[in-house]
């Protein structure tokens, strides 16, 4: 029996995705386990797989289709021997692939994460309405990547019909055209043009969101280093050379527990704002920036007050190099509570972050950098690192940004806290 | 005195007028109706009605010709022309006096009489005067008039009736006597529809058509199957035909036809004229308004507005097509949109078209040509009624179901049929046009076996994964 594949939502929030590759061609066998799709998400390029035995039948929606609603069939698979049909009955449906491994992972960053905020919060909040849409009208909105969520119905009950979906094809919203945003010219002189891939759009939705809805506030302090890399160097020297014991803490990795130590003394900061409600956080996920080629990503290292300085290592190790090799699932980048963007490595001496919606706030940690600092009368030298705390004041205030960093400069200045 | 003043006055009172009187006083305008003749119009008078009761009197006739083909026998079997033709004209008086019930049961007054506007007062209301007989004229006044004054046979200059040889679609719904021999001029609808009745009926029926094909507006595999199938019942057809000039003679007329180069005179008892109609748009106050004609119709924009604030033209008079249904959902439309109800215009190409010739046809859409010309790329499905066993169960195996999809978005774009009772089946792609569902939705759609419709499904299959049965 032909078996439709249907666009699976690969995270509780997707509503439509781009089909970045097929994998297989029209006519292939195809085993059970056989990766089929790369699905190219606002947040993840994720594989999708075949989950039966058979013949890879029809591609209903080509490679390179933007905007594809979830549960919007886009290939058939029938069995050895069997016909192929345009499109199979629909009574035949039945997802023949379940979304698994992330594929490469393209979304947002250090600041542009895109995290689900712990189950209970706003998604319940939010059901999905129904759209009322003509067969026809679902099927041409598929085919001109048009989203019906958008489009305003005029047939029967406010039904969207095709008219509806035409219009909106051929009235576009008025979105400027790439670089001549409000008529401004572009500079002039020789140029390429970069078509934007789906994580730089994301990151500049969402990062343009938060600059332009969540009121920014920013505090710096002066942190010294010098407790912890000592600390650092003792732990590390009790660590095995190899095998699965081995471990090395890097200072980030310890700058995670700290942070998460921190938000458990001022758990007003472990927070999200909403319209209703402030959510206060039960876990300390920490959403950690890591660079990628072509933008950033934040993987989680979640209840990371609750886990070792050796388990955050391990788990830190492994989300970055899965991270870089685009291999990171949904829930290990969706559902931080608090950012952490160290820019330590590249020599950076201070600089401000801009909030990762739905949380609260985020850490930038610029480089540690051996400095004279006046102790009691004396001058003495110390490895001090600045870092900057960008914070939304609609959840969190002045002061309690500035306990927030209290906390954390004690913890780091005083790291014992670290491995009790 | 009874009341003169309206919200809504509508002229003409068949299936646009009548209907849009009922809608207004469903929707509590005050209106009132102006008819010149009969209520019901040419459709039910001397149009779709009467003509229907005269087909099923010339189908009965192929049937109890075709008895042997059942296992019947009958002797000695005849009929009488002139009772088949009273039946028809007691049907269309049956339907009249039915649509009179209707009006009075809503309360819509009829004046009876000719209509036609005259000026504004000058509180802007409109003036529409009504005579009958020479009398004085009343005047009615209203602030909306709608013009449902319909159209009437065109006359081609030669082919003038005169109610003895040469006949119009009213003469021909009321002969006198059977002609033994006919030619009938133009093979639309209405021409078909009374070659195929007189053919069915015995006589000796030639159909000229000036086009390339007969019933040009239908898709083109529709017209070669209904020419095959006329060929077939023993009627000649001549297409791409020059029509010379015709003679009477002492028992009938001579008309010189010439078909790729030859000429050959045809002799018939009679001759109808079916070539087309034209709006009447005379005499009912137009002149000196900024109302627009063209080509005989009243131009209006696609809710039916003419040039006019206040007036509107619905039905036969506004354009083609020119069909009942159409005049009556224009008429609903219209109605609506002037009880400040949001009404969308009326999509042609959702409106459906039947001829009642044996084999019927019934087509909706786009033909494949039509739609290959407005640039879609289409998926056509063919299914034949010879695979289809009710079909063949009714001795009705001859026709075809054709569907015609966008192969895009599998947007049912046309469905062209040609065949037993598909007059009654075409509804159903309306209902998938109308109701935008694309092929998978009808292919999921369960019809019922044994009936003629499952062919509709096949016909869809066919278009995609392959018919089941062909």
Sequence with gaps: ?420 | MSQTDFDVIIIGGGPGGYVAALRAAQLKLSVAVVEARHLGGICLNWGCIPTKALLRASEINHLLHDLPAYGFKADGVSFDFKKIVARSRAVSKQLSAGVAHLLKKNKVPVFDGHGQLDGTLANGRRKVLVSKDGAAPTTLTAQHVILATGARARVLPGLEPDGQFIWSYKEALVPETMPKSLVVIGSGAIGTEFASFYRNMGADVTLVEVAERILPVEDVEISQLARKAFEKQGMRVLTGAKIGTLQKTATGVSIPVTVNGKTDTLLAERVISAVGIVGNVEKIGLEGTKIQIDRTHVVTDALCRTGEPGVYAIGDLAGAPWLAHKASHEAVMCVEAIAGRKVHPIDPTKIPGCTYCRPQIASVGYTEAKALEAGYKVRVGRFPLLANGKALAMGEPDGLIKTVFDAQTGELLGAHMIGAEVTEMIQGYVIARTGELTEAELVETIFPHPTISESMHEAVLAAYDGALHF
Excluded: C
């Design chain 1, 1 to 420: 029996m032909a078996i439709e594949i249907l666009m699976p939502a690969l995270s509780p929030t997707m509503t439509e995705g781009k089909i970045a590759r097929w994998l297989k061609k029209e006519g292939d066998t195809v085993s059970n386990g056989d990766v089929l799709a790369e699905i190219e998400t606002d947040k993840a390029t994720m594989e999708i797989e075949a989950i039966e035995d058979g013949i890879f039948g029809r591609i209903l929606v080509p490679e390179g289709t933007e905007g594809v609603a979830v549960n919007t069939p886009i290939a058939i698979m029938v069995e050895e021997g069997e016909a192929i049909p345009a499109s199979a009955a629909p009574s035949s449906t039945s997802a023949a692939t379940a979304p698994t491994q992330a594929g490469a992972v393209t979304p947002p960053s250090v600041t542009t994460n895109a995290p689900v905020p712990p189950a209970a919060v706003s998604q319940a909040v939010h059901p999905v309405n129904r759209i009322v849409a003509s067969p026809l009208a679902r099927r041409i909105a598929a085919v001109k990547n048009v989203d019906l969520s958008t489009v305003k119905g005029t047939g029967p009950n406010g039904r969207i019909v095709k008219r509806d979906v035409e219009s909106a094809t051929t009235q576009p919203a008025a979105t400027p055209k790439p670089g001549t945003q409000a008529g401004t010219p572009l500079p002039t002189g020789a140029s390429r043009t970069v078509p934007h891939s789906t994580m730089r759009k994301v990151i500049a939705r969402r990062l343009s969101e938060s600059k332009a809805t969540i009121p920014h506030f920013y505090v710096s302090m002066d942190v010294e280093l010098d407790a912890l890399m000592a600390l650092r160097s003792q732990l590390n020297a009790l660590s095995h050379d190899e095998g699965q014991d081995a471990f090395k803490l890097s200072v980030n990795d310890m700058l995670i527990k700290a942070a998460a130590l921190a938000l458990k003394q001022v758990p007003e900061v472990n927070a999200s704002f909403t319209e209703d409600a402030m959510i206060l956080h039960e876990d300390a996920n920490i959403s950690v920036a890591v660079s990628l080629d072509d933008g950033l990503i934040t993987p989680i290292v979640r209840a990371a007050d609750r886990k070792s300085l050796k388990q955050i290592s391990q788990e830190a190790k492994s989300l970055v190099s899965r991270a870089r090799a685009g291999k990171l699932k949904p829930e290990e980048f969706q559902g931080g509570t608090f950012s952490i963007s160290n820019m330590g490595m590249f020599g950076v001496k201070e600089f401000a972050a801009i909030v990762n919606p739905p949380q609260a706030a985020i850490l930038a940690i610029a480089a540690g950098k051996r400095q004279p600092v006046v102790s009691g009368d004396e001058i003495k030298i110390a490895t001090v690192m600045t870092v900057t705390l960008s914070v939304d004041h609609r959840a969190v205030d002045g002061a309690m940004a500035a306990r927030w960093l209290s906390a954390f400069r004690n913890i780091v200045q005083a790291p014992l806290a670290l491995v009790l």
